[in-house]
């Protein structure tokens, strides 16, 4: 999944930084990503995944980080399996 | 005129709304800075109401502090508006700034002396996107440093400290920012451009370059991302709008004395403007209820902050601001074909010219277009709540 997000991230995150050299933990919006970019993530992510954002998962802190992204998309799709 | 025992935070308004009406023509004439209706404000100790009372204020709530904003605008939408931006600035300090020492004396001082708050967001290169900085803030040792060309700072000359903008630091990205206070004496102004506009001359929104030094204490603690996404963007939609309310309120009380007047001149004989009186109290009525719904909406996502960091409260503040500033132009432009002439002549008591001037600009500061496309990015991803009161 970590990769996936990557691919994403360096298809639409338009950061000013190569994607490799962000960590895991690094705070994507300090590294430039704007709000139409994470839009455009999230748009990618819902797509690759086949899951969709409740307003809940909607905010600054599901995509602060990839690490952030990653627990975001794992609760999703734990929600899908539990429902 | 001091504020005493038994004077409510409505009759404190009250009166410098008197003052402000006196002076609002002159204000809007002379394009100058109303120092009397804020001197007003400052005697009735309005411009510390919203910091908590362990440090000198009253904790006023926002929609306690948006009903003093639709006072004022009903006598002068610039005295209302400097009133709002003042008060938009303090919201930064009381909700992101209670942790730092420094911030909690600064609070202390604007309570007790009365101290005039003003923003530098906007920036040459950058234009209307407060979200981006181009300017970086020096950091040596103890000491900060930030030169920025401000393309408006509304009545910085007046201000008594100014909250500014800047890149975290040199490195930064451009949307990683910081916000950083800076007092009257740690700071110089220099005048890029000046303020001949169309309406909302008082608020004297002229161009500096500014050069600041200070303490790092001085920088607030929490990202800028954080201050303009959980109360920034939020207590400056909901007090702009209900000054714009004001400024919609007086201009359908005028229109209703013009029809009342023309009633009791002509007993028996409907009114052409009558009908369009009633629209207007029509679209007045949506607006204030928008207007009530949002200050709810605030008011209960303020202690959550994933709730205010989250999508769809974003988009309704921006739909309040749009809303606001394109219904406020309709409902004056319905005064107006009450008044008729008498309404579009300057010196009567029935003038509009400068109702319709102030109000054009609430669609232009921040500006809608940009609203509008930031809005349509999130409704590409955010789901519509089609639930009536969820």
Redo the contacts between chains.
């Keep these: 999944m970590n990769e996936a997000i990557r691919e994403l991230l360096a298809k639409v995150g338009g950061l000013p930084v190569a994607v490799e050299q962000i960590s895991d933990e690094e705070d994507l919006y300090n590294a430039g990503l704007s709000s139409f970019a994470s839009v455009q993530l999230m748009l990618g992510i819902e797509d690759r995944f086949d899951i969709e954002f409740s307003d809940q998962f909607l905010n600054r802190k599901s995509f602060a980080s990839i690490k952030a992204i990653e627990r975001t998309v794992e609760a999703i799709l734990k929600n899908n399996e539990d429902a | 005129m001091n504020a005493g025992a038994g004077n409510s935070l409505q009759q404190r308004a009250t009166r410098v709304a008197a003052i402000a009406a006196q002076f609002a023509d002159n204000v809007d004439t002379q394009a100058r800075f109303p120092r009397e209706a804020i001197s007003a404000m400052k005697a009735e100790h309005l411009l510390g109401i919203q910091i908590p009372a362990d440090l000198g204020g009253e904790a006023a709530q926002v929609e306690q502090i948006a009903e003093i904003c639709s006072i004022i605008g009903q006598s002068c939408a610039a005295s209302a508006m400097i009133f709002a931006m003042h008060h938009i600035k303090l919201s930064s300090l009381v909700e992101h700034g209670q942790s730092a020492q420094w911030h909690r004396a600064f609070m202390r001082r604007v309570a007790a002396e009365q101290l005039l708050l003003a923003s530098a967001t906007t920036e040459g290169g950058i234009g209307g996107d407060l ?1 981006n900085s181009i300017c970086a803030i020096e950091i040596d040792g103890d000491v900060c440093r930030l030169e920025k060309n401000a393309t408006v700072i509304s009545y910085g000359t007046e201000a008594d400290a100014i909250l500014i903008t800047s890149r ?1 630091g040199a490195e ?5 920012q910081v916000m950083t206070v800076f007092v009257k004496d740690q700071y110089t102004l220099e005048k890029t451009n000046g303020w001949d506009t169309l309406g909302m001359r008082g608020t004297c929104s002229e161009g500096f370059v500014f050069r600041g030094a200070g303490s790092t204490e001085q920088i607030l603690p929490h ?1 800028f ?1 954080e201050i303009a ?1 959980q109360s920034m963007l939020a207590m400056a939609h909901l007090l702009w709008s209900a000054l714009w309310y004001g400024i919609a309120v007086d201009a359908v009380t005028r229109a209703q004395s013009f029809v009342r007047a023309a009633a009791k001149r002509a007993p028996g004989v409907q009114q052409p403007g009558a009908l369009r009186v009633a629209e207007a109290s029509n679209m007045l009525q949506m607006l204030k209820s928008e207007i009530v719904a949002c200050l709810n909406t605030y008011r209960h996502a303020k202690d959550d902050s ?1 709730k205010l ?4 409260f974003a988009i309704t503040m921006n739909n309040l601001k749009v809303g606001a500033s394109q219904s406020i132009l309709q409902i004056i432009n319905h005064a107006m074909l009450v008044c008729g002439i008498m309404g579009y002549k300057n010196g009567t008591p029935y003038s509009l010219g400068r109702h319709l001037r102030d109000a054009n600009s609430a669609q232009l500061m921040v500006s809608n277009e940009r609203i509008l496309g ?1 809005t349509a ?2 409704l ?4 519509q ?1 089609t639930s009536l009161l969820g």
């Design positions: 979200r975290s930064a990205a451009s949307s990683d990202p991302a996404a994933d960091a989250s999508m769809g930031n990015t999130m590409l991803i955010h789901k709540n």
